[in-house]
């Protein structure tokens, strides 16, 4: 004999949320990459040069930024899925999608700046930007800077927590993207700050992913 509680409504699943577990996981990764890219630059030299490749910190900067990136990018989906439902679908998906291309796309960076700048110095580096290696470079530095800038905007019109990530997000990519004509100490102090604040976003959002 059934009962009226075998007729009850079962709750249905929002589609814009997903198990506490991979939530934990994601916002974790999250926060520990966007860490250790805020340390990472921090540790960075003003400068690119011969005397910067000697510095103590040189190959401890690249490294931490490097160790950064897997976390970062594994992190990344618990901003999409807090996107998911607020804001269109392809608004959601394709600005972090874009920021995870840029993201790996720094990594060969890391390696190359960590172990080969001190051996062949700053002007057989320069030779490099000048060809192939600046041209992958730019590429994935307009996804890495253009998707950042719509992630922020994403997240801003989105309305999630905290209501700063978004216009900080767009501020400091606006900041990068202007900064990176710039050279000598006081450019490479606005570009360690601005990506000390990056990461500090990030692990913002993941914490509360």
């Not at 991979?22 to 690119?48: D, K, M, S, Y």
């Not at 700053?122 to 307009?142: H, I, N, P, R, T």
């Not at 309305?159 to 004509?181: D, F, H, K, N, Q």
Request: aromatic share 6%; charged share 10%; proline share 6%.
């Amino acid at each position: 004999m059934s009962t009226l509680l075998d007729h009850t409504t079962q709750p249905v699943d929002d589609p814009t949320t997903e198990p506490a577990g991979g939530r934990t996981w994601q916002g974790r990764c999250l926060v520990a990459g966007g860490v250790l890219f805020a340390i990472g630059n921090a540790l960075h030299p003003l400068e690119h040069d011969d005397a910067a490749y000697r510095a103590a910190t040189w190959e401890a900067a690249h490294l931490v930024i490097l160790a950064s990136i897997p976390l970062l990018v594994l992190g990344l989906p618990a901003v999409h899925r807090r996107l998911r439902g607020r804001v269109p679908d392809r608004l959601a998906l394709l600005p972090v999608v874009a920021v995870a291309v840029g993201l790996i796309g720094i990594a060969p960076g890391c390696i190359v700046e960590a172990f080969v700048a001190p051996l062949i110095g700053q002007a057989a580096m320069e030779d490099l930007a000048a060809g192939g290696m600046g041209v992958v470079d730019a590429v994935f530095g307009v996804a890495f800077l253009g998707g950042s800038l719509f992630l922020g905007w994403a997240i801003r019109r989105s309305g999630i927590r905290p209501r700063w990530a978004g216009p900080a997000l767009m501020a400091v990519a606006a900041v990068l993207l202007v900064s990176m004509g710039l050279t000598g100490p006081v450019g490479g102090a606005v570009i360690i700050a601005a990506t000390i604040a990056y990461g500090s976003i990030f692990a913002t959002l993941g914490a509360r992913a």
